[in-house]
């Protein structure tokens, strides 16, 4: 198999990344506004970024719940838009709520948080927050449409997503205390 080396999985990965930015670039390259391609850059990054950490830490498990949240996301969130047909606030379609970019986004951030930990869930969520951001400045989404990609996009992960076997760094929260809570799973 292609994968039996840790570089080799890490230039597949960086082949799979540099692949889809191409699709996606030559497609959106009509765009105009810097803070939209920015965002539709990350939409397809964080993602990305998140099944491409599978390979690169041989997770044959996160892969699979990866592909269950992923799926399960898309498959919610493009029902729901079918369904309810809501008008986009520039009026170029009826596919407004709930937001693709944003769900896809927060499940990629989300999937890296429960996974594998704080510390690669906070980037991506910053990341994802953003990704919502630039649909609403874009004028494709409104703030309902994307609150509810990323509720979309964090459940579907949540749900699916059991974390790695390895140290997860989590902040805790308890009766005015604060902290960083570390652990090792076996």
């Known amino acids: 198999m292609i994968y039996k080396t840790r570089q080799n999985r890490f230039l597949c990965t960086i082949l799979i990344l540099a692949t889809c930015m191409g699709i996606f670039f030559s497609q959106s390259a009509a765009a105009s506004d810097t803070i939209e391609k ?40 493009q029902g729901l838009k079918s369904t309810i047909k809501k008008e986009r606030p520039d009026g ?40 919502g951001y630039s649909r609403v400045q874009a004028d494709k989404h409104y703030i309902e449409d994307v609150l509810a990609g990323a509720a979309i996009g964090t459940i579907s992960s949540l749900y699916f997503t059991e974390p790695y076997k390895g140290v997860t760094v989590t902040p805790t929260a308890n009766n005015g205390y604060y902290g960083i809570t570390v652990s090792k799973n076996w």
């Open 92 to 131: 170029s379609d009826k596919s407004s709520f709930p937001s693709g970019h944003t769900s896809i986004a927060f499940q990629g951030a989300t999937f890296l948080y429960k996974r594998y930990g704080f510390k690669y869930g906070i980037p991506a969520y910053i990341g994802a927050a953003f990704v």
């Open 38 to 77: 920015s965002g539709d850059a990350l939409v397809v990054l964080i993602p990305a970024i998140a099944y491409g950490t599978t390979f690169y830490l041989d997770d044959d498990e996160g892969r699979t719940q990866f592909y269950k949240s992923f799926f399960t996301n898309l498959a919610v969130t």
